[in-house]
């Protein structure tokens, strides 16, 4: 059964997503002081499947709570925040974030994006071993869940590694926003502007310098296929 970890100093919507959870059977524990959290997540044995995480909290926010954890925390990590406009979403995803929902949310939004989240984690470690793709400098590992340039590590969240693979599995295809939304995320619903800003943290963290993910202007994206026998 997955465990979520709510991080949020409203108590009471903290419960209120437990109740939700609960009767979705997904089991949920609830920390409403930031700093206890940090202190819990900073250990190495922390079994969490996903971790939801108020952004507008006293002493330390949600985004600085997240760029404290992410070199030790690989699940997923969806932020709450009463914070609407997109500059906000953007630092969220910037920081580490792989999902963003406004407060008052959807009651049936949020238990979806839960689930497509902890499936793609699942579908993560079960990926069929040692297959690789490797398209010039970039190898994608989908057993390890490693991305590779020139041999360094590249680290990505789960999404940018959905994304990049979707990109990589599709080299020289033109794909469409539309396409890439629903395809990686899952969904026909949500924001898909965040596509761009998963496009761009993918580019900085590769240092791609428009080699590979290359802009289809008015459409949509192309990862280019590149002849591994000529790098």
């Not at 238990?111 to 470690?125: C, E, G, M, P, Q």
């Amino acid at each position: 059964m997955p465990k979520i970890l709510i991080i949020d100093d409203d108590k009471d919507i903290a419960d209120l997503i437990c109740l939700i959870l609960k009767k979705e059977h997904i089991t949920s524990e609830i920390i409403t002081d930031p700093q206890k959290a940090l202190e819990i997540l900073q250990k190495e044995d922390n079994t969490y499947d996903l971790i939801l995480l108020d952004i507008m909290m006293p002493e330390l926010s949600g985004i600085e709570l997240c760029s404290k954890i992410r070199d030790k925390v690989n699940v997923p990590i969806i932020f709450l925040s009463a914070k609407k406009e997109l500059i906000d979403k953007m630092i969220g995803y910037e920081i580490g974030g792989d999902d963003y929902i406004t407060k008052p949310f959807d009651n049936t939004e949020l238990v979806l994006k839960i689930k497509s989240h902890l499936r793609l984690t699942k579908r993560a470690n079960t990926f069929k071993k040692g297959r690789l793709i490797k398209i010039g400098e970039i190898t994608l590992n989908e057993e390890s869940f490693e991305v590779k340039k020139n041999g360094q590590l590249i680290e990505l969240s789960t999404r940018e590694f959905e994304l990049l693979k979707y990109l990589m599995e599709n080299a020289g295809i033109a794909l469409s926003k539309e396409q890439i939304f629903t395809s990686v995320w899952g969904e026909n619903y949500g924001d898909i502007g965040t596509v761009a800003v998963n496009i761009k943290n993918l580019r900085d963290k590769l240092d791609d310098n428009d080699k590979y993910i290359l802009t289809i202007w008015g459409y949509g994206y192309k990862f280019a296929r590149i002849d591994n026998n000529e790098e």
